[in-house]
T-cell receptor, first 112, second 114 residues
């Protein structure tokens, strides 16, 4: 069974731009969560989608948004990029809840 | 709020040494507890979990016991290998679900020397 895939693996953007990251969950998984990982703040929860609906949301500004498609693939978007948005963005999928989450390799975003 | 505290390291050990990585948590009720491992350039992998007090999670020689009385979930391994070098994250899922997702500790960087 293929694992969670994330594209692209690396991104370089400049301040003010916007970016879209993609996540394909494990086949059959309906829940997709996104996390931001930085050296200073560690792993922080962004949001979770389940069956195309945002079910939970972390404490991030509205510049961070996401969506989920009918095939469970998910995208997250960050608008008006700031230097502090530089991070590894991890996507995790599970069948239904958080008790068995499988993580992708992440997308490394660098904002210059 | 919920929080997880773990030593950040780096923790450096020789091969075949005994490993303990401490993890303590703050949460109401009975959260589920997890250990994840992250190898260089990769995402997180679930190493083991425990969902109720006194449960012991185990996998690949690693063990951790859910201690409600000390709010701890320390990770142990009897004999580490060079291939165990990675970053280890302790995490919790609050009772009743994850409106805030999983809460992670800052991670412990483990280095095993041959």
């Amino acid at each position: 069974k293929a694992g969670v895939t994330q594209t692209p693996r690396y991104l370089i953007k400049t301040r003010g731009q916007q970016v879209t990251l993609s996540c394909s969950p494990i086949s059959g998984h309906r829940s997709v969560s996104w996390y931001q990982q930085t050296p200073g703040q560690g792993l922080q929860f962004l949001f979770e989608y389940f069956s195309e609906t945002q079910r939970n949301k972390g404490n991030f500004p509205g510049r961070f948004s996401g969506r989920q498609f009918s095939n469970s693939r998910s995208e997250m978007n960050v608008s008006t990029l700031e230097l502090g948005d530089s991070a590894l963005y991890l996507c995790a999928s599970s069948f239904q809840d958080y008790n068995e989450q499988f993580f992708g390799p992440g997308t490394r975003l660098t904002v210059l | 709020g919920n929080s997880v505290t773990q030593m950040e390291g780096p923790v450096t050990l020789s091969e075949e040494a005994f490993l303990t990585i401490n993890c303590t948590y703050t949460a109401t009720g009975y959260p589920s507890l997890f250990w994840y491992v992250q190898y260089p350039g990769e995402g997180l992998q679930l190493l083991l979990k425990a969902t109720k007090a006194d449960d012991k999670g185990s996998n690949k020689g690693f063990e951790a016991t859910y201690r409600k009385e000390t709010t701890s979930f320390h990770l142990e391994k009897g004999s580490v290998q060079v291939s165990d070098s990675a970053v280890y994250f302790c995490a919790l899922l609050p009772t009743g679900g994850g409106a805030d997702g999983l809460t992670f500790g800052k991670g412990t960087h483990l280095i095993i020397q041959p």
